[in-house]
Structures are given as C-alpha cells and as structure tokens.
Nanobody, 119 residues
C-alpha cells in the first residue's frame, strides 16, 4: 500500500504561483510513476503531469507545458508541482497519484487539494 497526502493548495490571483506537495509513504520504490491530475468544476478528471521516481523523466499536458514543473525529492519521498502563470481555468481540485511503471492505471490516490485562481 502507498499513502499519498497533498498540500499547498489555496487561493491565488491570475498570474500568480503555487507549489503543491505530495508526501508518499508506505511501499514506495523506484518502480513507481507519480502523477498529478486535476478536476475542475463540472469537468472530468484530467492528467496534468507525471514523473518517474527513477531517472526523473517527466511528461506534461499541453495545457500546462511551460508553466508547470513536476519534480521529486527522493530523500523526502515527496513530489512537487510548481505552478506558475496561473490562469482561472487552472482552478480545480488537484490530486496526486501513484502507479507501478508496468501498470497502465493509477492504483493510489491522495485526497486532493483545492486550487482556486481568481481573475
């Protein structure tokens, strides 16, 4: 089992920045990919970014490329999502998730943290 706890959400004005954190505990290892997803009001959940624990390769949704950066601290077992140049359409509940590299779906999810961007 892997437990994930997000933090760092809040209210920010358009153009501002926030950094989300996801603390992982339990049976974590280098065989995991950590992802960030979000679900805006009235929208379905969508992929934002992911990173491999081992090697640190990353992927981003087109909507956040150049504005968001995903990173990890292997010592602290924490994944971060640095969000810059925030837009009102970034308003959503942001979820951290984990999956094994050889599995297509995410098995573990955090409780989510609210990000609200005002215009």
């Amino acid at each position: 089992q892997v437990q994930l706890v997000e933090s760092g959400g809040g209210l920010v004005q358009a153009g501002g920045s926030l950094r989300l954190s996801c603390a992982a505990s339990g049976r974590t290892s280098n065989n995991y990919i950590m992802g960030w997803f979000r679900q805006g009001p009235g929208k379905s959940r969508e992929f934002v970014a992911d990173i491999r624990w081992s090697g640190g390769s990353t992927r981003y949704a087109d909507s956040v490329k150049g504005r968001f950066t995903i990173s990890r601290d292997n010592v602290k077992n924490t994944v971060y999502l640095q969000m810059n140049s925030l837009k009102p359409e970034d308003t959503a509940v942001y979820y951290c998730a984990a999956r094994l590299i050889y599995k297509p779906g995410y098995d573990y999810w955090g409780q989510g943290t609210q990000v609200t961007v005002s215009s």
